[in-house]
């Protein structure tokens, strides 16, 4: 993360404090340009809420000042190509807060067109999870209206800004709570011309899954009667957890129905294996029945987990049609290296596949570091 906190640092916050002084004279942006000597270590999100702050006590500062005010300046800082990048992260959030605490329906509804005119120049889709938080209905009416802007952007902003899981940004309960409140912004912008808003879509749609798989496969369902030329990749993708986790309708809607196979496998490579290292396995599967069977093939790692136990994680190998009696020979290579989002510990894992949501096959090996090995 040590690349990605430098995407707000002391040259950022004194070009932007530079522009808001030209843009909006009558504040003086001092404590927000003393920020530029005070991010030392902290990370992205710290330095974002440092800034912010800063930007918010400096609109403030002026007497009688309050939304409003920083709302012009962001708005007359506007008019200056330089005034973007990930500086505009901390300058939507010191909006929405500022919006929030206002408690006026004026300045919440103000922040909202102000988000949508900032996240060109970089989203908004973080900021407007506080104002998700204090008022859902207000701002997803807003987000609705935004499936029909002409700037993709905008339209992007009305699915991410909206997603339940979506990465890095604070959870907004009502959002898991509803499931159902976002899906008519899904529905407007699901054939979207733009890919970069579609995507949005898919991933919204995989996040509601996790906690309401029964809407999403009856959205999606919809969406697939009335397709288009990118209707079924942002089925396929918006239903991809729930394909790897064997759901069944999910699986039935996308072609995977229930079929006879004989599997064999996995066959590993290795017994153990010293990270950071590779595991290559293989396996055969045989449609013994009388029809074509369309099958989706994933394989699920059981990690060890600190306390001993295990913990399955699934991962994609393919999707195939086997024709009766024909038998496909597969194989794949895992890699175990310790990072950030997963740890690795040494100790007894197992490896299983999964076909059309049903599981075949168990193979065990050991995982051990390069300490233990050379010991």
């Given at each position: 993360m040590g690349a990605m906190n430098e995407?707000?640092?002391?040259?950022?916050?004194?070009?932007?404090?530079?522009?808001?002084?030209?843009?909006?004279?009558?504040?003086?942006?001092?404590?927000?340009?003393?920020?530029?000597?005070?991010?030392?270590?902290?990370?992205?999100?710290?330095?974002?809420?440092?800034?912010?702050?800063?930007?918010?006590?400096?609109?403030?500062?002026?007497?009688?000042?309050?939304?409003p005010t920083a709302a012009g300046s962001f708005r007359a800082a506007?008019?200056?190509?330089?005034?973007?990048?990930?500086?505009?992260?901390?300058?939507?959030?010191?909006?929405?807060?500022?919006?929030?605490?206002?408690?006026?329906?004026?300045?919440?509804?103000?922040?909202?067109?102000?988000?949508?005119?900032?996240?060109?120049?970089?989203t908004g889709e973080f900021a407007i999870r506080r104002l998700l938080r204090h008022n859902l209905d207000r701002a997803l009416a807003a987000a609705l209206e935004w499936t029909s802007h002409p700037d993709e952007h905008v339209r992007r902003l009305a699915s991410e800004g909206t997603r339940p899981y979506l990465p890095w940004a604070v959870r907004v309960p009502g959002l898991v709570e509803r499931p159902e409140a976002t899906l008519p912004v899904l529905t407007a912008l699901y054939r979207d011309p733009s890919e970069y808003v579609r995507r949005s879509v898919a991933n919204h749609l995989n996040d509601l899954a996790r906690h309401a798989p029964g809407p999403v496969v009856a959205t999606a369902r919809e969406w697939l009667s009335a397709a288009d030329g990118n209707a079924g990749w942002v089925v396929r993708h918006g239903l991809r957890t729930l394909i790897k986790k064997g759901h069944p309708e999910a699986l039935e809607l996308l072609g995977f129905t229930p079929a006879q196979v004989a599997v064999s496998g996995p066959h590993l490579d290795r017994e153990v294996l010293t990270l950071p290292g590779e595991l290559t396995f293989s396996f055969e599967i045989a449609?013994?029945?009388?029809?074509?069977?369309?099958?989706?093939?994933?394989?699920?790692?059981?990690?060890?987990?600190?306390?001993?136990?295990?913990s399955a994680k699934v991962f994609k190998v393919s999707t195939l049609t086997l024709a009766p009696g024909e038998t496909r020979s597969l194989s794949k290579r895992h890699a175990f290296r310790q990072m950030t989002t997963r740890v690795h510990h040494p100790g007894l894992h197992a490896l299983e596949l999964q076909v059309n949501g049903a599981v075949h096959g168990r193979a065990e090996f050991l995982l051990e570091t390069r300490s233990a090995a050379s010991s």
């Open positions: 995407l707000i640092d002391a040259a950022a916050v004194h070009s932007a404090a530079a522009i808001l002084t030209e843009a909006a004279p009558g504040v003086r942006w001092v404590r927000t340009r003393a920020t530029a000597s005070l991010l030392g270590d902290l990370n992205l999100r710290a330095r974002t809420d440092l800034v912010a702050q800063a930007l918010q006590e400096d609109a403030l500062s002026v007497p009688g000042a309050g939304y506007l008019r200056f190509p330089e005034f973007t990048g990930w500086i505009l992260w901390p300058v939507s959030e010191a909006a929405a807060a500022l919006a929030v605490d206002s408690g006026a329906a004026e300045d919440f509804d103000d922040a909202l067109a102000l988000l949508a005119e900032l996240t060109p120049r970089l449609n013994t029945g009388t029809r074509d069977a369309r099958l989706a093939v994933d394989y699920l790692v059981h990690y060890r987990k600190a306390n001993g136990s295990q």
